[in-house]
């Protein structure tokens, strides 16, 4: 039904027509990517290969916009411990904070390509950040087409901060990627999509099926959601209807920073004017992409061109 983009190589779309994605990621993390023959709990393990990157939700969906040719901008929270990770780049905006950057601790096994990921805690920034962060969004916001706000708050920060973000930048496409309370502030405000997996959802509206607490965040202002289910595909959820999206079985590395794929893929099918249901095709592929490579939050166009006519998608 949205075939538009089976057959196009990407290199090739038209160019984005107007501003950039505003992407809100407030703790960003120092990735530890480590390999292992087998996990030995209790025992001592020997690392086969350590690599360690720039990562955290909004940092990567901004990263993942730009290999796909779009355009947008992330900003957060960057602590002043010398890490030459962040601010390395012109579409990186981090507010200098006190607190030392977070750690992230993925550990691969390549005996049955078992993922174990540890996620450190960011602390809360003080009054003074985020005032600095809000006349940071205050100069960006002319500019932006888009606002994709990822991640969940950091422990201590009022439940309320996303919904403060999006008053702040104003009438613009607002995705957001978060669940609990934080979310559900957001949702009168009517955001374009809530993005978010089965257990998010779960969290954030109780055990219920799939597409009625799908659409009790439509009832609540969501214009659409998506629920994603990993290796299963996912769901679009609008009031006027559903859709399913498969996806192909891959032989996969690595697959954190899938779901900031999805939005990346997303954000950019939108600056190329897709339909939503197009531009959700365009995030699955990029989603199934990014396992195929080592670090989470990279992904190649190769890769979602050779994915992207094997993704369907269909009326539910």
């Given at each position: 039904m949205w075939a538009?983009?089976?057959?196009q190589?990407?290199v090739?779309?038209?160019a984005?027509?107007?501003?950039?994605?505003?992407?809100?990621g407030?703790t960003?993390?120092?990735?530890?990517t480590?390999?292992?023959g087998?996990?030995q709990?209790?025992?001592?393990?020997?690392?086969?290969s350590?690599?360690?990157s720039?990562a955290g939700?909004g940092?990567?969906?901004?990263?993942?916009v730009?290999?796909?040719?779009?355009t947008?901008?992330?900003v957060?929270?960057?602590?002043?411990?010398?890490?030459?990770?962040?601010?390395?780049h012109?579409?990186?905006?981090?507010?200098?904070?006190?607190?030392?950057?977070?750690?992230?601790?993925?550990?691969?096994?390549e005996?049955t390509?078992r993922v174990?990921?540890?996620v450190?805690e960011?602390?809360?920034?003080?009054?003074?950040?985020w005032?600095?962060?809000?006349?940071?969004?205050?100069?960006?916001?002319?500019g932006?087409q888009?606002?994709?706000i990822?991640g969940?708050?950091?422990?201590?920060a009022?439940?309320?901060?996303?919904?403060?973000?999006?008053?702040?930048v104003?009438?613009?496409?607002?995705?957001i990627d978060?669940?609990?309370?934080?979310?559900?502030?957001?949702l009168p405000?009517?955001p374009?999509?809530?993005?978010?997996?089965?257990?998010?959802?779960?969290?954030t509206?109780g055990p219920?099926p799939l597409?009625?607490?799908?659409?009790?965040?439509?009832a609540?202002?969501?214009?659409?959601v998506l629920v994603?289910?990993?290796?299963r595909?996912?769901w679009?959820?609008a009031p006027?209807g559903?859709w399913?999206?498969e996806i192909?079985r891959?032989?996969?590395?690595?697959p954190?920073?899938s779901?900031?794929a999805?939005?990346?893929?997303?954000l950019?099918?939108?600056?190329?004017?897709?339909s939503?249901?197009?531009a959700?095709?365009?995030?699955?592929?990029?989603?199934?992409?990014?396992?195929?490579?080592?670090?989470a939050g990279?992904?190649?166009?190769?890769d979602?061109?050779?994915?992207?006519?094997?993704v369907?998608?269909?009326?539910?």
């Open positions: 538009g983009l089976g057959g190589n990407l090739c779309l038209p984005v027509k107007r501003g950039y994605a505003l992407c809100v407030l960003p993390a120092v990735q530890d480590r390999v292992v087998r996990l709990l209790g025992e001592v393990n020997r690392c086969r350590v690599a360690v720039a939700k940092l990567n969906v901004a990263r993942m730009q290999q796909l040719g779009g947008a901008v992330v957060g929270f960057a602590g002043t411990t010398a890490t030459p990770l962040f601010g390395l012109s579409w990186e905006r981090f507010i200098p904070v006190r607190a030392r950057n977070r750690v992230c601790v993925t550990v691969r096994e005996a390509g174990t990921e540890l450190e960011a602390q809360c920034p003080r009054p003074s950040e005032r600095a962060l809000f006349r940071l969004l205050d100069e960006l916001a002319d932006a888009q606002l994709a990822s969940a708050l950091m422990p201590g009022p439940p309320d901060m996303y919904a403060r973000i999006v008053q702040r104003g009438q613009k496409t607002v995705l978060s669940q609990g309370e934080p979310l559900r502030r957001v405000l009517m374009l999509l809530v993005k978010l997996n089965r257990l998010e959802l779960i969290n509206v219920l597409e009625r607490a799908a659409r009790k965040l439509c609540l202002g969501a214009r659409h994603t289910e990993g290796a595909g996912a679009l959820i006027g559903s399913r999206f192909p891959v032989r996969a590395l690595n954190i920073g779901g900031d999805v939005t990346a893929g997303i950019v099918g939108l600056q190329r004017e897709q939503l249901p197009e959700v095709r365009l995030g699955m592929a990029c989603g199934v992409a990014n396992t195929l490579t080592p670090l990279y992904l190649r166009r190769a979602v061109r050779e994915i992207l006519p094997r369907r998608c269909r009326p539910a």
